[in-house]
């Protein structure tokens, strides 16, 4: 566990194993460990929305595994396109440093999100509606996301210093990376839980266009807030 923390507090401040330039063998088992740990916690207490009955137990394992198992299926997905258009672009050398960039950012959000899990047991506690229950993960989700380009930049400025069509790489990766997550989102959803709705590791209807489910509930929303 000792270590384990250490490691966290090198990955925060980029020293040690963490630091720009250093092997690259010597990080990626603490940064996949990372999003394995915080993001399983997020997940656990994301789940908690619809209580903590003897029925609703499995919802908070699914949603455990499915935050960890969303960020590394979207990263999976994502991957092929950024080594081609990488290899494309002539920045093949530079390859591997791109990569535990983005691999860093994985670890970021699943940190942040941690971190951000009182904050969402403290809404729920005092909030019953599921749909800005949603919308609040969705925050949360974006506000992690958004304070993870911090470690990208970290370890992308040798890059961009050396080409600066890594720059474009990098808006490259986090549009893909945005567009394929919210899709893998609602197709692995249920990750809060809808009370009175039996526990499933997947909805029957998985398959959809998140875009305008997530523009219904938005509009559902400012409808009943301008009503």
């Known amino acids: ?120 047991a403290l809404f729920y506690a005092s909030c019953a509606d599921y749909h800005s229950a949603i919308l609040l993960n969705g925050l949360m989700f974006a506000i992690a996301w958004m304070t993870a380009q911090v470690v990208v930049r970290r370890y992308y400025a040798p890059l961009i210093r050396r080409s600066p069509t890594h720059r474009t790489m990098l808006c490259a990766w986090f549009l893909v990376y945005v567009f394929v997550g919210i899709q893998m989102a609602w197709v692995l959803r249920p990750f809060v839980g809808a009370p009175g709705v039996p526990v499933t590791f997947f909805r029957q209807e998985a398959w959809g266009n998140a875009y305008v489910v997530v523009g219904g509930l938005i509009g559902q929303l400012l409808g009943s807030a301008g009503g």
């Open 1 to 120: 566990m000792r270590a384990f923390l250490q490691a966290v507090d090198d990955f925060l401040r980029g020293r040690g194993p963490f630091a720009v330039g250093a092997p690259v063998a010597g990080r990626l088992r603490w940064l996949f460990a990372f999003v394995l740990v915080f993001g399983a916690f997020y997940g656990v207490v994301m789940g908690t929305f619809s209580g903590l009955a003897p029925g609703r137990f499995h919802q908070l394992l699914y949603s455990g595994a499915k935050v960890p198992l969303l960020m590394l299926v979207t990263f999976a997905f994502c991957l092929p396109s950024f080594f081609v258009v990488n290899t494309v672009a002539g920045l093949r050398d530079d390859f591997p440093e791109a990569l535990q960039a983005v691999v860093a950012a994985q670890s970021c959000i699943s940190l942040v999100l941690a971190c951000l899990a009182p904050l969402t």
